[in-house]
């Protein structure tokens, strides 16, 4: 066995150079491994970490990984154990979409941050939101954080790249009074009306609508439970848990949501009576508070296509009516809380924001609108 500079026994398969590098072997299947290091604690890790690579297919030599090889690597081993089945899909959506195309192919190593400024801009200039891009900067973030902790790369070039500055006008689509009750009018004969009205008096996410169930309705008291997201994920509906601890939350009812939560629950009752085994409601997902005429789920391109055809009856009437987003409600529902003086660790909560600057920065949206009128106040003290 073995011993080092300071009399200490070695693991089997590491010695000491003359330099004071420790040196670490072993073979697998033919093929010899060796791996170099000052810290003998360190050593030992890396050579572990590199034996389980080897062992279970995971290893490609450094200089020839590629980007795509990579985020296999990453998502499968790194990430599908640790975070939520929609995170997985998010990060693959956006590798898949954004960065498989320019950088896939490329060697992992070779990827620098000019390549990645230019991704970034591509995609401003593409239209994308901002949100879309910080996602994309999130997937590469971390996979090269990764690969730096093994040792794949020298160093992690995203840091080095800088997001486009963008404007926040076009995601931050807020309807007026005159618009939000112009939508109403027109959405009154769409399957989705009910969804669209809780959304105005909620400002609940898409997902969090989609995936209410009669369960999280506290009708005695009043009060709605937030307490997930419905996702699409391999061919299935699921209801995953909330995007954020906050995001788990009670909201209560305004009189007209009671109203219409009381009504469509006794409807939807007799629908499924009627329909038999014609209800076609998604396993674990039996009830569902908003579903298609046949109980399945309300998926997001069905819920685009309901806001169009909503947007398209207003057009028609010779009304110039700009293009919404379920999104477009939750601001909308935001800004109207705003301007009835809603205090903003009160909206935050019924938001579910994590942050209190995600709500003031809804103010600072709102504000500029009235901020003559609130200095108007200011006269009375002089």
Known sequence: MAIDRNGRKLPKGITQRSDGRYMGRFECRGEKFTLYDMDLAALKKSLNDLRYEVEHGLY?????????????????????????????????????????????????????????????????????????????????????????????????????????????????????????????????????????????????RSGELRGLEWNDLDFTNKIIRVTGTLLYVN????????????????????????????????????????????????????????????????????????INTIIDEINKDGIRFEHVTPHTWRHTFATRAIEQGMPPQVLKTILGHSKLSMTMDLYSH???????EEMQKLSDLF
């Open 60 to 204: 490609a030599k450094k200089q020839n990984i590629t980007v795509n090889a990579w985020f296999e690597t990453w998502i499968t081993e790194y990430k599908t154990h640790t975070v939520k089945r929609g995170t997985i899909k998010a990060y693959r959506d956006s590798y898949n979409s954004y960065i498989k195309q320019p950088l896939g192919m490329r060697k992992l190593k070779d990827i620098r941050p000019e390549h990645i400024q230019k991704l970034y801009n591509d995609m401003n200039q593409e239209g994308f939101s901002r949100n879309t891009i910080e996602l994309a900067s999130v997937v590469l973030s971390g996979m090269y954080k990764q690969a730096l902790k093994n040792k794949i790369v020298r160093e992690n070039p995203v840091p080095l790249a800088t997001l486009p500055r963008m404007g926040t006008d076009k995601e931050r689509r807020v309807m007026t009074i005159e618009e939000q009750k112009t939508f109403l009018k027109y959405a009154q004969n769409s399957y989705c009306y009910d969804m669209i009205l809780l959304a105005l008096c909620t400002g609940m």
């Open 235 to 306: 061919s299935q509906y699921y209801k995953d848990t909330p995007k954020t601890p906050t995001s788990k939350r009670d909201i209560p009812m305004l009189d007209n949501v009671y109203e219409m939560l009381r009504a469509r629950k006794k409807k939807q009752a007799e629908l499924r009576f009627a329909l038999g085994d014609n209800w076609m409601a998604a396993g674990g997902l039996e009830n569902l508070v908003f579903t298609s005429e046949n109980g399945r789920p309300i998926n997001r391109n069905r819920l685009e296509v309901a």
């Open 366 to 372: 709102v504000m500029p609108n009235t901020k003559a």
